[in-house]
Every structure is written in C-alpha cells, then in structure tokens.
C-alpha cells in the first residue's frame, strides 16, 4: 500500500486514510466491548491497543483538511474530526464523500505537461503547475547530466524552448 504523500493525489491519500481508519475502526468496533470504547473514547481510559487505535483515528482525520487545502478542496464543516464511538460507518461515509469531491475538482483542474526536447531524448513531467513541472524536468535533467556527463546548465540554457501542454481528464494527448 502506498502513503501518504504530497504528490499523491487527494483522492489517493485519502485512500489511504481510509484503508488505516478502516482497519482500526474494525479492531474498535469489533474486538472492543461497548463499555471499553465508551470509556476509552470519553474518559481517555482503557487498553493501551484501544487508546492506540483511537490516536491513529484521529490524527488521520486530523490530516484530512491540510491534504484538502493542499489540494483545493474544502472539506465540509459537518466532517468528523475526531473519533467517537460507534461512528466508524459515519467517518468513512464521510472520507467516501470527500474522495468523490477530490475526483471531481482533479477533473476540473488540467495536469500540466512539460516537454523538454534535445537533439537526442524527450524528457516530460507532468504536474499540477507550470512551476512544478519545470522543477521536475530540471531534477530529470540533473540526473540526466550525472549519469551521462551532459552539461547540467544545458536545461537552463534552453528554458525557453520547453513546451507545455494543459492535459485534460478523459481526453488523450499528442506529445510529439
């Protein structure tokens, strides 16, 4: 399973969150009595495994709306931000919910595609921004000079000549 990262998608890391939030809220729901998690949840009491889990729960959820921003999603007020008990069905509805707004604003926000042509190969890299994407073809280029002893200011030298192309969802592109 992959983690959470800020090259993932939200969609992605909220995948994530939700397969970790998932397994400890099976564990909770599951393996827990009922009195064990209401005194774990309200008095901070209890196993350390079920305090452990409720932890994990939280801070994940706790994750949620910075990975949001990041993204340019909002996160609607009504989300759960911390765990209580017997809400696990509500919290993953909820992640479900903010997955399915991801999904959409990905769509309606074009990748960038930044091509970078020398007499000899094509480097590309695609990111969320012109900006990134120069980035990422400048790391490429690094790389490419250490292991093939080019010039490494060769990609600055020719900054102008790298071409970009908006990538939209669904639709196939031509790069060359």
């Not at 009195?35 to 305090?51: I, M, R, T, W």
């Not at 990041?70 to 009504?78: D, M, T």
């Not at 997955?99 to 000899?120: C, G, K, S, Y």
Request: glycine fraction near 4%.
């Amino acid at each position: 399973m992959s983690e959470m990262s800020v090259t993932n998608t939200l969609y992605e890391n909220l995948s994530v969150i939700k397969h970790l939030v998932g397994e400890k809220l099976h564990f909770l729901e599951e393996g827990v009595d009922t009195p064990v998690l209401f005194a774990a949840v309200n008095d901070q009491k209890g196993p350390k495994n079920v305090l452990r889990a409720i932890s994990v729960i939280n801070e994940a959820l706790s994750d949620i709306p910075v990975l949001a921003k990041y993204a340019g999603v909002k996160v609607p007020s009504q989300f759960p931000t911390a765990y209580v008990a017997e809400s696990g069905d509500d919290i993953v509805e909820a992640i479900e919910g903010l997955q399915a707004f991801a999904i959409d604003a990905e769509r309606a926000t074009p990748l960038v595609l930044a091509v970078f042509e020398t007499p000899n190969f094509e480097f590309t890299a695609i990111s969320k921004s012109k900006e990134n994407a120069l980035l990422a073809l400048k790391d490429k280029w690094k790389v490419h000079a250490e292991r093939t002893g080019a010039e490494a200011d060769y990609i600055d030298e020719y900054e102008d000549d790298i071409a970009y192309r908006d990538i939209v969802f669904d639709e196939a592109i031509y790069t060359g």
